[in-house]
């Protein structure tokens, strides 16, 4: 039987396609009749609403129709919050108390990518939640007897209010800000007009092209125009964000980068001054650094799963007031919501340095110094990535508590630590080392290298 939906659209955390070759305007509003009916079985068949938004992306407005159309005839009403961050979205459903929202948005991926984030009850939705939409996407559905209500909700003026209230600048300091004409550009230039200190905004038009450089900030080459900025006006920090605001990425004074264990650490300690012993969760990327900071802070670091959806499942389930991800998701329960939200993470970021007395570069160079591989990714067939992740984790059975299995397999060795886990979301392998000096990186490296062998997996460079 034929089906609406590319199988490879449907992925962990999301839905994410190539506009018009995997992902079409009649898979998008399959989709949405799909959503409407689980969204109805969530709420026992009581009047439902829902939330839509769509990033700055060319194909965005097409897709939004054809999702809040599905939507309606599956009979909810569909609040239509318009252009901004995927975190505005995810705002509207929290603050107006809606059954669930979608995102359109291709987040980081190339301009002719496309996809949806989804939210159903205030939660993430995802895994097995996602392939069960796919299902009834594909099966088509049937149209409500009384079709939901479209309706346009402008949400930003709330929204930058909402950001700007939990804003508390001891002191002004003077900023660049870099929207990579992603879809935060459609607040920015509101948020800033309302912080104190110096602002300039770079690339803040919203265009789907991405004229100026790709919006993903975990990606140095994409920061060349932030540090040089940031350089050349003596700036205190540049911050960035990705294509749909949900994720951050800093530059301090001296144009050097801060990862977001780094930037962790900072946040942590701003939290755990209010909330002394709160469980503070990062993924099993971060250095270990982050974790043997948090608790010298005196909370406790819970290693978690990779995956935006994952971490916020995990908050929710033991009441962690902050988490955070390599990659720059940055999750606030502390006084918020408990979403990635970049735009928020960047207030609560000023707040936390205007009140030190240590530049963001002192701040960084009083961290332990560690080296590190950056993250390492190499093909590897679906059905085998994880075959392999649990032949390694099986061979590392008598190394005990040196082995930590959250997510993959995280292993201590010379004092540093190398992970390896099978990507959520494409066909490789993801490896990554840690050390406290180059000699230790070596015997780290030399030490995955061996796990894998009896696999016949050799990582890329070693």
Known sequence: ???????????????????????????????????????????????????????????????????????????????????????????????????????????????????????????????????????????????????????????????????VKDADLARPLRIVWDAGNGAAGAVLGDLVGRLPGAHTVLFGDVDGSFPNHHPDPTVPENLIDLIAAVCGQGADLGIAFDGDGDRIGVVDGEGEILWGDQLMTIWAADVLAERPGATIIADVKASQVLFDEIARLGGKPLMWKTGHSLIKAKMKEIGAPLAGEMSGHIFFADRYHGFDDALYAAVRLLNALSARNQTLAEIRRALPNVVNTPELRFDCDDVRKFAVVEEVRSRLADRGGDVVAVDGVRVSCAGGWWLLRASNTQPVLVARCEAPDEAALATVKKDLVAALAPSGIVPPGM
């Open 1 to 163: 039987m034929a089906t609406l939906l590319h199988p490879s659209i449907l992925r962990a955390y999301d839905i994410r396609g190539i506009v018009g070759d995997t992902l079409t305007e009649a898979g998008v509003e399959a989709i949405g009749r799909g959503f409407a009916s689980m969204v109805l079985e969530a709420t026992g068949g009581r009047p439902a609403r829902v939330a839509t938004g769509m990033d700055g992306r060319l194909s965005s407005p097409v897709l939004e129709a054809a999702l809040a159309r599905g939507m309606a005839s599956g009979g909810v009403d569909v609040l239509r919050v318009g252009m901004g961050p995927t975190p505005m979205l995810y705002f509207a459903v929290a603050e107006l108390g809606l059954d669930g929202g979608i995102m359109i948005t291709g987040s980081h991926n190339p301009p002719d990518y496309n996809g949806l984030k989804m939210m159903l009850k205030g939660g993430p939705f995802y895994g097995d939640q996602i392939l069960e939409l796919g299902r009834r996407a594909d099966a088509g559905g049937t149209d409500a007897a009384v079709p939901g209500k479209l309706a346009d909700h402008d949400i930003r003026a709330a929204y930058v209010a909402r950001l």
